[in-house]
């Protein structure tokens, strides 16, 4: 069982920038992570992806070119940089892992085993 930890959320101005953290109780070499978000009264969506230690990279149209994903190995952490945040980020955010098929994106949440709680983040 991975235990995943989300923080860094809060609010920010449209065009500013957060960086969100998933830690988790162990990610193994070759992990495949990732971030989804789900605003009220939307589904749940797949933002951004990796395999860890060097592995593909996968960010949806909406966030290309604004969202980063990185990987720390020594602190057991996944980041999600956040800039030029639009008001349409707003949403709740989720890092998840367990995945249970193929590098195919875009990629569905019913695919993941393993999720956070999830942090808020808010663009006005």
């Known amino acids: 069982h991975v235990q995943l930890v989300e923080s860094g959320g809060g609010s920010v101005q449209a065009g500013g920038s957060l960086t969100l953290s998933c830690t988790a109780s162990?990610?193994?070499?070759?992990?495949?992570m990732a971030w989804f978000r789900q605003a009220p009264g939307k589904e749940r969506e797949a933002v951004a992806a990796m395999i860890t230690d060097g592995g593909r990279k996968y960010y949806s149209q909406p966030v290309k070119g604004r969202f980063t994903i990185s990987h720390d190995r020594a602190k057991n952490t996944v980041y999600l940089q956040m800039n030029s945040l639009k008001p349409e980020d707003t949403a709740m955010y989720y890092c998840a892992t367990g995945y249970g098929g193929q590098w195919s994106p875009p990629f569905q949440g019913n695919e993941y085993k393993y999720w956070g709680q999830g942090t808020q983040v808010t663009v006005s």
């Open positions: 162990l990610i193994s070499y070759g992990s495949h």
